[in-house]
């Protein structure tokens, strides 16, 4: 097996298939992309070159574009400062359940199993204005001066987009924080606690730094999704009010596929790729330290 693998011919044939398909699958749509950025092709037909004035729109003077990147880092920053501190609480919650550890693990995931479909038309169900079990709900606590048309508000509807998308994804965060602590050897929480640590330090200072290799994962998981994000959006609201609750991903199918921007459409992705290729940069950098083993 050495001999073989110290044969450059034998590894490089070994290799070539997939670095052909990455060449194929990735890096040639990326080049097509970056083309057809540069013309004003509707998806059909002729088309003019266009240099870089496609680019140049997006990133100077396309406002929209601007507020769904915004939009994007308002729903990351909501995930990481909100919903993954209370998954990490509910997934410690859980692994002290006892006999009913099965029970909450499932009840806990459903809405990550549930169709985005079904769980977005029921959401807009529970936000409209008129027979919204929402404003029901405000109504019936004596609070009718607080119903609002919450989807239909250009001010409120992106906080309920957050809070659904928060929602649907918080069994995938609960269930990653729960897997660390289930790798957690039981030593330790008996050495801490024979140490004298109580609850709160053994916590902060055994359990949490040990969980940093999950909670690494996790917030590269949470980066990914609240960039992407898309079928929520596209199904709720579709950007409205007024592009108030536009993501990129939404954004981009609108120009390409709606208003036949094909060309428009393509620089937006590619500036979209730039973009995250940036933050991926930025998270290795940041994640450099390497984190011991237990």
């Not at 110290?6 to 398909?21: C, D, E, H, K, Q």
């Not at 400062?81 to 006892?98: E, N, R, S, W």
């Not at 019936?140 to 649907?168: E, F, N, R, T, Y």
């Not at 609960?174 to 640590?197: F, M, N, R, S, V």
Request: aromatic content about 14%.
């Amino acid at each position: 097996m050495h001999k073989l693998m110290s044969n450059r011919i034998t590894i490089f044939w070994l290799v070539a298939p997939g670095f052909m398909l990455f060449l194929f699958m990735v890096c040639l749509p990326i080049v097509m992309s970056a083309y057809y950025g540069t013309t004003n092709w509707t998806g059909i037909g002729a088309y003019d070159f266009v240099g870089l004035d496609n680019y140049t729109n997006i990133l100077f003077h396309d406002g929209v574009f601007w507020r769904s990147l915004l939009n994007a880092l308002l729903l990351l920053a909501a995930t990481l400062l909100i919903q993954h501190p209370i998954a990490l609480l509910f997934a410690i919650f859980v692994t002290h359940a006892g006999k009913l550890e099965k029970w909450f693990r499932a009840i806990f995931f459903i809405p990550a199993v549930i169709s985005i479909v079904v769980t977005s038309k029921m959401w807009v169900s529970v936000f409209h204005p008129n027979f919204g079990m929402f404003n029901k709900l405000l109504e019936g606590m004596g609070l009718s001066a607080w119903k609002q048309d919450w989807l239909g508000d250009p001010k409120l509807a992106i906080w309920c987009i957050i809070v659904v998308v928060m929602w649907q994804g918080f069994g995938y965060a609960l269930l990653l924080y729960y897997a660390g602590l289930q790798g957690i050897p039981k030593d330790l929480y008996e050495a801490a606690e024979l140490d004298g640590a109580g609850r709160v330090k053994l916590y902060t200072r055994v359990v949490i730094p040990l969980l940093s290799p999950m909670v690494r994962v996790a917030v590269v998981i949470a980066v990914t999704a609240c960039l992407k994000q898309m079928e929520t959006v596209f199904l709720m609201t579709n950007g409205g009010p007024a592009n108030t609750t536009q993501f990129i991903g939404n954004y981009l199918y609108k120009t390409a596929f709606s208003s036949s921007l094909y060309g428009y459409g393509n620089a937006i992705s590619v500036v979209f790729v730039i973009i995250c290729l940036i933050l991926t940069l930025a998270m290795n950098k940041a994640f450099k330290k390497d984190v011991g083993e237990f």
